[in-house]
Protein backbone atom coordinates (compact mmCIF):
# COMPACT_ATOMS: atom_id res chain seq x y z
CA UNK A 1 0.00 0.00 0.00
CA UNK A 2 1.70 2.94 -1.18
CA UNK A 3 1.78 6.06 1.50
CA UNK A 4 -0.94 8.63 -0.26
CA UNK A 5 -3.39 5.35 0.19
CA UNK A 6 -2.42 4.62 3.44
CA UNK A 7 -3.19 8.21 4.29
CA UNK A 8 -6.45 7.64 2.86
CA UNK A 9 -7.27 4.43 4.80
CA UNK A 10 -5.75 6.60 8.00
CA UNK A 11 -8.44 9.56 7.29
CA UNK A 12 -11.40 6.84 6.43
CA UNK A 13 -10.86 5.25 9.83
CA UNK A 14 -11.18 8.55 11.58
CA UNK A 15 -14.20 9.14 9.93
CA UNK A 16 -15.55 5.55 10.75
CA UNK A 17 -14.64 6.14 13.93
CA UNK A 18 -16.90 8.88 14.77
CA UNK A 19 -19.81 7.75 12.24
CA UNK A 20 -19.98 4.93 14.67
CA UNK A 21 -21.03 6.65 17.54
CA UNK A 22 -23.76 8.55 16.15
CA UNK A 23 -26.35 6.28 14.00
CA UNK A 24 -29.67 7.80 11.91
CA UNK A 25 -31.59 6.25 9.85
CA UNK A 26 -32.36 6.77 6.34
CA UNK A 27 -34.78 4.73 4.25
CA UNK A 28 -34.16 4.99 0.58
CA UNK A 29 -36.35 4.13 -2.19
CA UNK A 30 -34.59 1.47 -4.98
CA UNK A 31 -36.14 -0.45 -8.18
CA UNK A 32 -37.49 -3.91 -7.10
CA UNK A 33 -34.74 -5.09 -9.33
CA UNK A 34 -32.09 -3.33 -7.42
CA UNK A 35 -33.67 -4.43 -4.04
CA UNK A 36 -33.24 -7.89 -5.02
CA UNK A 37 -29.44 -7.53 -6.31
CA UNK A 38 -28.77 -6.10 -2.79
CA UNK A 39 -30.86 -9.11 -1.02
CA UNK A 40 -28.59 -11.64 -3.41
CA UNK A 41 -25.85 -10.39 -2.00
CA UNK A 42 -26.97 -10.13 2.07
CA UNK A 43 -28.03 -14.15 1.35
CA UNK A 44 -24.88 -14.84 -0.49
CA UNK A 45 -22.95 -14.08 2.93
CA UNK A 46 -21.05 -10.68 1.31
CA UNK A 47 -22.38 -8.17 3.47
CA UNK A 48 -24.33 -9.43 7.37
CA UNK A 49 -26.51 -6.62 6.97
CA UNK A 50 -28.43 -4.60 4.58
CA UNK A 51 -27.55 -1.52 6.18
CA UNK A 52 -23.75 -2.62 6.01
CA UNK A 53 -24.05 -3.34 2.14
CA UNK A 54 -25.21 0.73 1.70
CA UNK A 55 -22.27 1.64 4.43
CA UNK A 56 -19.67 -0.30 2.14
CA UNK A 57 -20.80 1.49 -0.54
CA UNK A 58 -20.65 4.95 1.15
CA UNK A 59 -16.85 3.94 2.39
CA UNK A 60 -15.75 3.02 -1.42
CA UNK A 61 -17.86 6.52 -2.24
CA UNK A 62 -15.93 8.30 0.29
CA UNK A 63 -12.58 6.77 -0.46
CA UNK A 64 -12.87 8.18 -3.95
CA UNK A 65 -13.67 11.81 -3.32
CA UNK A 66 -10.72 11.82 -0.66
CA UNK A 67 -8.14 10.00 -3.58
CA UNK A 68 -9.98 13.29 -5.87
CA UNK A 69 -9.12 15.95 -3.73
CA UNK A 70 -5.54 14.85 -2.81
CA UNK A 71 -5.14 14.65 -6.64
CA UNK A 72 -6.78 18.15 -7.44
CA UNK A 73 -4.44 18.75 -4.25
CA UNK A 74 -1.29 17.46 -6.03
CA UNK A 75 -2.09 18.93 -9.50
CA UNK A 76 -2.52 22.54 -7.65
CA UNK A 77 0.87 21.97 -5.61
CA UNK A 78 2.76 20.97 -8.86
CA UNK A 79 1.59 24.27 -10.86
CA UNK A 80 3.21 26.19 -7.83
CA UNK A 81 -0.57 27.01 -6.01
CA UNK A 82 1.26 25.09 -2.96
CA UNK A 83 2.33 26.80 -0.17
CA UNK A 84 5.65 24.80 2.31
CA UNK A 85 4.84 25.34 5.88
CA UNK A 86 7.62 25.93 7.95
CA UNK A 87 5.58 25.60 11.15
CA UNK A 88 2.32 24.52 12.31
CA UNK A 89 1.78 28.49 12.52
CA UNK A 90 1.88 28.73 8.66
CA UNK A 91 -1.97 27.35 8.78
CA UNK A 92 -3.65 30.38 10.37
Known amino acids: MTS ?3 R ?7 ITKHA ?3 RSIIN ?3 P ?4 EEVKKEVKAGKFAST ?7 WRLWNEEKV ?3 VEQS ?3 FAQGKGKILKSLKDLR
Not at 51 to 57: A, T
Open 20 to 22: KHM
Open 32 to 35: ASLA
Open 8 to 14: IYFVIQI
Open 67 to 69: YRE
Open 74 to 76: RRE
Open 51 to 57: SEFFRHL
Open 28 to 30: ISL
Open 4 to 6: IYR
